[in-house]
C-alpha cells in the first residue's frame, strides 16, 4: 500500500486519547510572544562628605570616597526559556551605594539579568535595537548611573578643604518592546482545519487545542520529536493562514514572522478538498509575499485525512501538480507516521551539515 497501517498506539508509545484535552484559552499564559516592558538602570550613590581628623592630626582634609554605579539592566538569551510569559513589566537595576569616610568607594549596584528565549527581538520605538539569536547572547537595556564624587575628588591647591560633592545619576530610562520569533527546526505551514495540531499532538508530547472549527490554534506550540540517538528536532504549529495573511488579514504578521525562523518548512494540505494543490499554491505566496525567498526553503508536502475516501482519489492528482516529496498521512489514526518521521530526520541532517560547513553552530533543543 501507499501508506502503513499503524496506530498511534503502536508507535513510541503515543497515545492520542489518553492526553487531557486542554482549550486553547487555558494555553495562552503558556505562550507569550510579546512583551512590553519598562526597563531603568540603577541609580548611582552619591558622593562621600567628611573630613578626616586624629590626634596630631587635626586637619587631615577632605576624605570623602566616590559613590558606587548603579547597576545594569541585562536582557540575556537562554535556551531553556521557551516564551516571554516569565517577563515581568517593570525591571529596575540595583542602586550604588553611597561613599564612606576614609576615601572608601561606595560598592556599585548588581547588575540585573532578564531570561529571555532564543530569538527575541529588542525594539525601541519601532526600530531594532537588538536580535538574540545566541544562547548566552546578552544585551544591556539599560545601563545604570554614574556613582557621584566625593569631596576628596575637588581637592585641589586652590581649595585645600572643599565641601563639594555631587549626588549619583539616575540611571538609563527605557521602554522597550520584546517580540519573539521561535526558532524551531520545522514549522507547521497550512490553512485553518488542515490538521495541524493533530499533527503536532501525534509526533511529539505537545498538546495544542484540537477542534472541529477554525483558528483553534491561537498561540504558536512547539513540540519536541525525540528519536533514539537523542536527537531532538523542534516543530512549531504555526496558527493558520488565510489569503491576504501578507496585508494583516486573519490573524496576519503576527505569526508569520515564527515561521521565518524556521530552517525547513511542513505544508500541511487538506486532502479531503478539491484541488487540494491550489492551497499549496496560496500558502507559498502568501510566504513570498510576506519575505522573498522565504517559499523556497527546505520543504516536504504533508497530505493530511488520507483516512476519508475522497483524500484517496486527490492524492495521485495532488502528486502530479507538484515536484516536491509528498507524503500522505493521519494525523487522526496515526497512519503513515513513520515515513515522517524519517524524512524530517533527513531534513534535519541536512541542516546540521550545512550549518556546519559554514562554520556556524547549529540550533539544538
Known amino acids: ?30 505562550f507569550v510572544d510579546h512583551r512590553r516592558v519598562r526597563v531603568v538602570g540603577g541609580q548611582g550613590g552619591g558622593g562621600g562628605h567628611s573630613f578626616h581628623s586624629e590626634p596630631r592630626k587635626i586637619f587631615g582634609g577632605p576624605d570623602g570616597g566616590n559613590g558606587g554605579d548603579g547597576g545594569h539592566v541585562i536582557l540575556k538569551a537562554d535556551r531553556q526559556t521557551k516564551s516571554l510569559s516569565s517577563v515581568l513589566p517593570f525591571y529596575q537595576g540595583v542602586h550604588g551605594e553611597r561613599g564612606g569616610s576614609k576615601n572608601c568607594y561606595g560598592a556599585n549596584g548588581a547588575c540585573v539579568y532578564v531570561k529571555v528565549p532564543v530569538g527575541t527581538l529588542v525594539k525601541e520605538d519601532g526600530n531594532i535595537v537588538a536580535d538574540l539569536t545566541q544562547d548566552g547572547e546578552e544585551y544591556v537595556a539599560a545601563y545604570g548611573g554614574a556613582g557621584g564624587k566625593g569631596n576628596r575628588f575637588f581637592l585641589s591647591n586652590e581649595n585645600r578643604a572643599p565641601t563639594l560633592f555631587t549626588p549619583g545619576e539616575p540611571g538609563q530610562d527605557r521602554v522597550l518592546h520584546l517580540e519573539l520569533k521561535t ?13 495541524k495540531s493533530s499533527l503536532l499532538r501525534a509526533i511529539s508530547r505537545a498538546r495544542p ?28 504549529d504555526i ?22 525562523r524556521c530552517h525547513f518548512l511542513l505544508y500541511v494540505v487538506d486532502l479531503s478538498v478539491s484541488q487540494p494543490w491550489i492551497q499549496l499554491q496560496d500558502l507559498k505566496y502568501e510566504l513570498e509575499q ?4 522565504l517559499s523556497e526553503r527546505p520543504c516536504v508536502i504533508i497530505g493530511n485525512k488520507i483516512d476519508l475516501a475522497e483524500s484517496r482519489s486527490n492524492l495521485p492528482l495532488l502528486k502530479e501538480q507538484v515536484q516536491d516529496r509528498v507524503i500522505a498521512l493521519s494525523a487522526l489514526r496515526g497512519d503513515n507516521l513513520e515515513e515522517l518521521f524519517f524524512y524530517l530526520r533527513e531534513l534535519y541532517d541536512t541542516y546540521v551539515k550545512t550549518e556546519q560547513s559554514r562554520g556556524q553552530s547549529p540550533v539544538k533543543w
Not at 17 to 26: D, G, L
Not at 247 to 252: E, K
Not at 290 to 293: C, S
Open 1 to 30: 500500500p501507499a501508506f502503513s497501517t499503524t496506530c498511534v498506539k503502536c508507535s513510541k508509545n503515543r497515545r492520542l486519547r489518553q492526553k487531557r484535552a486542554i482549550s486553547e484559552k487555558k494555553l495562552t499564559r503558556y
Open 183 to 195: 526558532t524551531a527546526h520545522a514549522g507547521l505551514v497550512g490553512f485553518p482545519n488542515a490538521g
Open 209 to 236: 487545542a484540537v477542534a472541529a472549527y477554525p483558528f483553534t490554534t491561537l498561540n504558536p506550540h512547539v513540540g519536541i520529536v525525540h528519536y533514539q540517538d537523542y536527537e531532538q528536532v523542534a516543530v512549531a
Open 239 to 260: 496558527p493558520g493562514l488565510i489569503k491576504g495573511a501578507h496585508q494583516n488579514r486573519g490573524l496576519g504578521m503576527a505569526f508569520l514572522r515564527h515561521i521565518e
Open 290 to 293: 510576506y519575505k522573498k525567498g
